[in-house]
């Protein structure tokens, strides 16, 4: 199984590391599948807008909810999401080199959102690589059964392990 997982410690570090990694190995010519984050601020407070770009050309999915200023709850539109994996799901069946996930997220955690085309990937025997956050880390390492690589939020080393992964 190659799948390995990276978390930065800045709030969309690991969105822009992703990013620069896909758009690396795109421009090499590698077969790149999955999505990438891309943050935009608002104007008047209100947190950020999420979008996820499609791998490897688009289209880019507004992935979050205005739910208003004051709103604290979970801001991921679930209908967005899905629609994400669905292009994903059909891009996979050209093949791909590579998965790109964003984000192993609560969705994820769950057995929705990206999980499934995780699985299906690595039974295809494509590389993955996964964004991963602390609150989800438990039902990832669930997930994997362990076996997925950590691996630190640089584009250079997320890079190495890809060529490994592509060499075994």
């Known amino acids: 199984m190659q799948i390995a997982y990276t978390m930065a410690e800045g709030r969309g570090d690991t969105d822009l590391v992703l990013a620069e990694l896909a758009d ?83 969705h994820e955690a769950d057995g929705r959102g990206f999980r499934e085309t995780i699985g299906e990937a690595l039974a295809e025997g494509i590389a993955v690589i996964v964004g991963l956050n602390a609150i989800n880390a438990a039902a990832f390492a669930d997930f994997t059964d362990g076996l997925a690589v950590r691996l630190p939020s640089e584009v250079g080393a997320l890079h190495d392990w890809l060529m490994q992964a592509r060499a075994a």
Do not use: Y
Request: with cysteine; glycine share 10%.
């Open 24 to 106: 690396k190995l795109i421009a090499a010519g590698w077969r790149t599948s999955g999505v990438v984050q891309i943050n935009s601020d608002r104007d008047c407070g209100h947190r950020c807008d999420m979008d996820v770009r499609v791998l490897p050309d688009g289209p880019v999915v507004r992935i979050s909810q205005d739910l208003g200023r004051e709103a604290r709850g979970c801001r991921l539109d679930p209908e967005a999401l899905e629609q994400s994996v669905s292009l994903v799901r059909e891009r996979l069946k050209a093949g791909a080199d590579v998965l790109i996930v964003n984000k192993f997220g609560k």
